[in-house]
Structures are given as structure tokens and as C-alpha cells.
């Protein structure tokens, strides 16, 4: 049994744990004891009874170093005095051995995990975005690998919103994710308007161009300097040297004059005329009291008569010019030219390969003067089949008429080479990949201006329903026969493959295409993918 004590001046006796300094008493607020002990009366000879531990709690604060009153024990009439007691708090010493060793964080910042034994204490300092529970944090915000005070960071993954502005005039598109009051984008993109690419020759764009994904687009397009006369009077000085907007070719430089004058001086007996621009003269007939064969005589064999060739006209039934043997005067009515004649380079045709001529087309339109290539045209304008888009871009072409919905009324649209003009002048459409092939189309064997690059155009609706009409009865035949000189007929090269034309449908956004081998007319948008369709150039002779 301990031995008894009395208190004489404090209210409350403490058994002494065993272990604590002389001059401190260690107090666990979550211990439990077993017993405690009090007074039943002030007899000095009275023995401790059980107390319970909640006759103890007297409201002892969370922080536990304090001072207690002085404190008085009284044994067989001796007093023991102690003075003043300071009593440790151990809670302290127990957070800082596991970490808990700090009190307060720096502006801004959160307090990490408290102490389980003293919550003034915590482990470490959070940053400030450490502040959401991981099931508060949804998409498309992203939760933080790491945490801190058993806090998560929300945030939005840089590698999938990585714009929060873009550079003007680009604009913020696609998914965006928002954090700390702030909103991040998937990409930047130009805007819709910025649909003009102004690569042509001496084209430019107008004002700041937009660029995306390496192309640079501008919301409209306009001439280099210097580039702004039509020279509708006398002509460019520099033909190929032009801009081409809105089908108007506009020239930095046009002539003054003909520059018609030859003679650097006016012979004896002539009557002469001065060009100033070139320096010359100009013979313009005889002078007074001359008899008028002083001039040259004339050598053109076209001017003096002299049209035709051996395709139409026999050698017995002929006159040669004098000047070139190839060119010839028939004698007897001229020859017809028929539909399924061949077309040389040359520009004459007949109803049978001649040997030792490159034919280059099989003519469909006697009365217009037209003829179909004897193969097909890839996109870079070479002989070959390839299926390819109308266009890059869907748009109207405001120069190119909108024809109805109406299989078989070919009315609408029918001139080909004024189409493809405009639509290799336009810009509506981005790259016009059909009527590029048949523009850059140019075959082996063409000798003369009509048939070189530049010159065959992408058929309309009405020109190829005109090849349509004697297909299989007339041009298949031909070309058939023209195999050996690599012609190719339309159903051997794709039998999945329609054809293009140049008439828009009556949207702007389609247009008419037809299967050569079931004679089947469709509107296709020009720009879908699943509308690889091939083309067959035309040209006028």
C-alpha cells in the first residue's frame, strides 16, 4: 500500500507517475487511469478512497505547460513545500519526434497534416492549390499525382489546354478546361473568314494573314504593287507576267505602241510611215508617180489560200504553196470533218490513222470544234487515270452559273473553256484539282498553239452529254483503234470512277459528275472525300 498523504492547501491530490523529473508532473489528457484519490474528511489518519476519472477533468486546456498553484502536503504534522511546479506539455516533444515540428506557414500558403496529438502542429506548409478533395476534382480538370495535407491539386493538363490566348487574329477553339479562375484551350485556329491562300502569280494578301498549320491565309487577296492595268489597248508588253483576280489579268507594263514597223529606213519609191516607239518605218504603199509593185510579195500561205493539209485533200486534188510544201489548196469541195474523226497535233483530222501522224484526240462536236484527249489527266496534268477531289474547299464561284436540279437538261453551264477560265482564276474553292489537271494537260505529238498546256479544259455538263450521245457507237471504236498510240478508252481505266464536269450544281457547293459507263448523273459536293472522281480534258481546235 502507498503511503498516505494529506493536502492541507490545494484541492486536488496527483499520485506521482514514476519516471517524472523533482520538479515536473507529465499529464496524458487521453491516458486512462485506473483510480484516483480525495479526502473523505480533514482526519489526518484517514486512508484514500477510489475516484473516478472523470472527478479529475476540471477543464485542462489543449496546451498543457502551465504553472500550478503552490502546492502544500502535511505528514505526521511535518508541512512539505514545493513551490512553484512548471508542467511540460509531452504532446509538443511527440509531434516533433514524428515530424510535426511546425506552427505557422508563410502568406499564401496551407498547413500540411496537424498532429494527432496536438493539432497546433502540422508537417509541413501546402502550397495554395493544394485545396481540393480528390473526388471534387472532375474532368476535364486533372487531380495531382501528389498530395499535401491530404489535399490535391485540380489543375489543367498544359499538354492538352495549352493556349490561354492566341496571337491575333488567330482565335481559341476546340475543348477548354478551367482552373484558378482562369480558362486554358485545346488549340488556336484561324477564323473562318481567313479562307484565301493569294499564292497565285504576284498575288498578295490583304492586310494581316492568318497562319495555321504552316499555311498562311488572308480574307481576301489583292495584286502586288504596280500590277493594275488590263492593257486592253495595245496588249502587255510582257504577256505571262500578270496577276490573274476575279478572271481579270491585271500587268504592270503595257505597250505604247504596235511596234508593227520593220525597215530601219523608207526605200526610194515607197511611202513610208514613222513608229516612234520603235524606230522604224512602215512600208504603206508607193510613192506619187510609182507604179505599185514596189512592195514584197506575200508569203503567208494561210493569207494566200493555202489551208489545208494532205488529211484533207488528195495530192492529185491539190495545189501546194510555194512557200511551205505541208500546206495545200484542195481543188475539189472541202472535206468534212465528222464526229470519231482524229485530231493531229497539227490541227487536221481524217477518218484514218495516218501513218507517221500523232493523233492527240477524237473530235465529238463537229459544229463547236471540239475534241476529246485521248487519255485521262492526273492531277499534275500528266496522261493517266487518277481519282481525284473537284476541290480543296466547298464554296460558290459567283462566275459560274448554279444549274438546277434537272439530270438531263444541259442548257445550264455548257461552255467548258469559259468555265474552267474562271475557275482557275478563282479562289473560292482553294485548289480546283479537276480543272487544274485538264488545264496542265498537254499530250505528245501537238505541233501547233490550239493543243499545248493551257489550252484543254474540264468538259461541262452539256459537252460531255455530247460524248455521251455516240460514245459507245463512235469514240470507243476510235479509241480502240488508237490504242497503239496510248489512247485509252473511258470504261478499261476505272469502272468505279465517274467524271467530272465544269458546271456547278445549283447550290454553288456541288457538282455535276456522270458514270460513262451507265450514263448516270450526280451531284457530288466538291470537296468529299468519298467523290474521287476522273477527268477526261477536252479541247477546241
Known amino acids: ?108 500558403q496551407l498547413q500540411g497534416l496537424k498532429c494527432p496529438y496536438n493539432s497546433a502542429y502540422f508537417d509541413r506548409c501546402c502550397d495554395s492549390r493544394y485545396k481540393y478533395d480528390k473526388s471534387a476534382c472532375n474532368y476535364p480538370n486533372t487531380v495531382s499525382g501528389d498530395s499535401c495535407g491530404g489535399k490535391y491539386m485540380c489543375y489543367c493538363d498544359r499538354a492538352l489546354y495549352p493556349y490561354e490566348n492566341c496571337p491575333s487574329p488567330q482565335v481559341t477553339s476546340g475543348g477548354s478546361c478551367t482552373e484558378e479562375g482562369k480558362t486554358y484551350y485545346e488549340q488556336c485556329t484561324c477564323p473562318s473568314n481567313y479562307n484565301q491562300k493569294c499564292d497565285g502569280l504576284n498575288q498578295q494578301g490583304s492586310g494581316t494573314g492568318c497562319t495555321y ?23 502587255p508588253v510582257t504577256p505571262s507576267d500578270y496577276c ?39 512600208d504603206i504603199g508607193c510613192a506619187t508617180n510609182y507604179i505599185y509593185w514596189c ?11 493555202y489551208t489545208k493539209t494532205a488529211a484533207d485533200c488528195s495530192s492529185d486534188n491539190s495545189i501546194k504553196c510555194p512557200y511551205d510544201a505541208n500546206k495545200l489548196f484542195c481543188l475539189k469541195e472541202e472535206k468534212k470533218i465528222q464526229e470519231g474523226d482524229i485530231l493531229y497535233g497539227d490541227g487536221s483530222t481524217s477518218s484514218e490513222l495516218i501513218a507517221g501522224k500523232q493523233p492527240i484526240g477524237v473530235v465529238f462536236d463537229v459544229e463547236n470544234r471540239l475534241a476529246l484527249a485521248l487519255t485521262d489527266a492526273k492531277q499534275n496534268g500528266s496522261s493517266g487515270s487518277e481519282g481525284m477531289l473537284w476541290s480543296s474547299q466547298v464554296g460558290d464561284i459567283p462566275e459560274l452559273e448554279n444549274c438546277p436540279y434537272a439530270a438531263y437538261d444541259y442548257s445550264c453551264g455548257s461552255d467548258g473553256q469559259n468555265n474552267t477560265e474562271i475557275i482557275i482564276s478563282s479562289t473560292q474553292c482553294g485548289i480546283t484539282y479537276a480543272a487544274n489537271a485538264a488545264h496542265n494537260y498537254a499530250p505528245n505529238g501537238c505541233s501547233a498553239t490550239f493543243c499545248q498546256k ?27 483503234i488508237l490504242s497503239s498510240k496510248g489512247a485509252t478508252t473511258l470504261q478499261e481505266i476505272r469502272t468505279d470512277c465517274d467524271y467530272w464536269t465544269s458546271t456547278e450544281y445549283r447550290d454553288g457547293n456541288n457538282i455535276w459528275s456522270v458514270g460513262l459507263s451507265s450514263d448516270v448523273w450526280s451531284s457530288s459536293k466538291k470537296n468529299n472525300t468519298y467523290s474521287k472522281e476522273c477527268v477526261r480534258p477536252v479541247v477546241k481546235f
Open 295 to 305: 512592195t514584197m510579195p506575200e508569203t503567208d500561205c494561210e493569207t494566200l489560200g
Open 213 to 235: 498549320n504552316g499555311t498562311t491565309k488572308y480574307t481576301s487577296c489583292q495584286c502586288k504593287s504596280g500590277y493594275n492595268m488590263t492593257c486592253s489597248e495595245l496588249g
Open 1 to 108: 500500500m502507498r503511503k498516505q498523504l494529506a493536502i492541507g492547501v490545494s484541492l486536488l491530490a496527483l499520485t506521482a507517475l514514476g519516471g517524472a523529473s523533482e520538479n515536473s508532473v507529465s499529464i496524458y489528457p487521453q491516458r486512462e487511469h485506473s483510480q484516483y484519490t480525495h479526502f473523505v474528511n480533514t482526519n489526518l489518519n484517514q486512508s484514500f478512497e477510489p475516484m473516478s476519472g472523470a472527478s479529475l477533468e476540471v477543464g485542462l486546456p489543449n496546451r498543457l505547460s502551465f504553472q500550478t498553484a503552490s502546492v502544500q502536503f502535511i505528514t505526521g504534522g511535518q508541512g512539505l513545500e514545493f513551490g512553484n511546479m512548471d508542467f511540460v506539455d509531452p504532446t509538443i516533444d511527440q509531434c516533433k519526434r514524428y515530424g510535426y515540428s511546425l506552427t505557422s506557414c508563410s502568406a499564401g
Open 244 to 282: 490573274l483576280l476575279n478572271g481579270i489579268k491585271y500587268y504592270n507594263n503595257c505597250k505604247t505602241c504596235e511596234f508593227k514597223c520593220t525597215l530601219d529606213s523608207c526605200p526610194e519609191g515607197v511611202l513610208c510611215e514613222y513608229e516612234d516607239c520603235s524606230q522604224k518605218y512602215c
Open 454 to 480: 493551257y489550252k484543254w479544259f474540264l468538259p461541262s455538263k452539256k459537252e460531255l452529254e455530247s460524248i455521251l450521245r455516240i460514245y459507245e457507237e463512235v469514240i470507243q471504236k476510235k479509241l480502240e
